[in-house]
């Protein structure tokens, strides 16, 4: 259906909340490109580098020479690291435990961004699912892990229900919170063209919850991938927990800590892409 704005039979302010921003004239720079974004990043490098040289000082210059804290030290984790993603186990670890993030986070959209829409829309709804919720969010996933291996078995299953379980949880409370936050004024125009159910879902609810769905995504990839390690290291015999259970029971320290790296850098690098996810969405929209 294509919807046409008749801002005419609207007051002076929903006119306002309907237009579209201002924009400048020329061309507009991608924000990577502006001085505050150059500063950002030039901080957030300072911060790493002072992260790195702080790591290196207390495990090489004031540990002491026979110290076990040496076997940690960036200056052999770094290179082992190098060596591991050359070599054939440590991304085949790494693609294992990717997978298991995506499947559990595509679990936790299809169960949560529906039922975040329908607790958002509904107050009786929310006011009769809160207090279960609340109580069943607050419940660490790792506490699932017995039950989740007795009735789905050993392997990937349990792994996929605790993720799913610890992912819903934001994605159903930002969802929800985006379609109470909605600008009564879309769904105003959008009941005058009288467009059906479905469509005022798809054309309005949809796009003005995008961010707030989102936003939930992020938070949920960090807590899954703080999940997914402990996880892995029950019942499987692959991924980064596993790994990092393998490493320990080899002696092989530097190997650890670089997989310990390996973990930080991936969170690192999936938390980005929701972020970058969320700039194009929220640009898209807004255009």
Request: one cysteine or more.
């Amino acid at each position: 259906m294509s919807m046409s704005w008749p801002t005419d039979s609207f007051t002076r302010a929903e006119r306002r909340a309907l237009a579209p921003p201002d924009r400048a004239s020329g061309p507009v720079k991608p924000d990577w490109l502006t001085p505050g974004a150059w500063r950002n990043t030039t901080l957030g490098l300072g911060g790493l580098l002072a992260l790195l040289v702080l790591w290196w000082l207390g495990t090489d210059v004031l540990a002491s020479p026979d110290g076990f804290i040496r076997h940690f030290s960036p200056t052999t984790a770094i290179p082992k690291l190098i060596m591991l993603l050359s070599g054939p186990d440590l991304p085949v670890h790494i693609m294992v435990s990717l997978r298991r993030v995506l499947v559990g986070l595509g679990f936790a959209l299809l169960v949560g961004v529906p039922l975040g829409l329908a607790i958002g829309s509904f107050q009786r709804l929310n006011s009769a699912t809160s207090p279960a919720f609340q109580f069943l969010r607050m419940i660490s996933p790792l506490s699932w892990m017995p039950i989740a291996v007795m009735v789905f078995g050993v392997g990937d299953d349990p792994i996929y229900f605790m993720l799913a379980f610890a992912a819903v949880w934001p994605i159903v409370l930002n969802t929800a919170e985006g379609v109470r936050r909605l600008q009564p004024a879309w769904l105003s125009l959008a009941s005058s063209l009288a467009a059906t159910r479905w469509e005022t879902l798809c054309h309005v609810i949809l796009p003005g919850v995008l961010g707030h769905v989102l936003t939930g995504l992020r938070l949920a990839i960090g807590i899954v991938w703080i999940v997914l390690v402990p996880c892995e290291m029950l019942g499987v015999s692959a991924g980064l927990g596993y790994f990092i259970l393998d490493t320990r029971d080899r002696l092989a320290y530097s190997e650890l800590m670089a997989t310990v790296l390996m973990i930080g850098l991936l969170g690192f690098l999936l938390d980005a892409g929701a972020r970058a996810l969320y700039r194009l969405a929220t640009r898209s929209h807004a255009a």
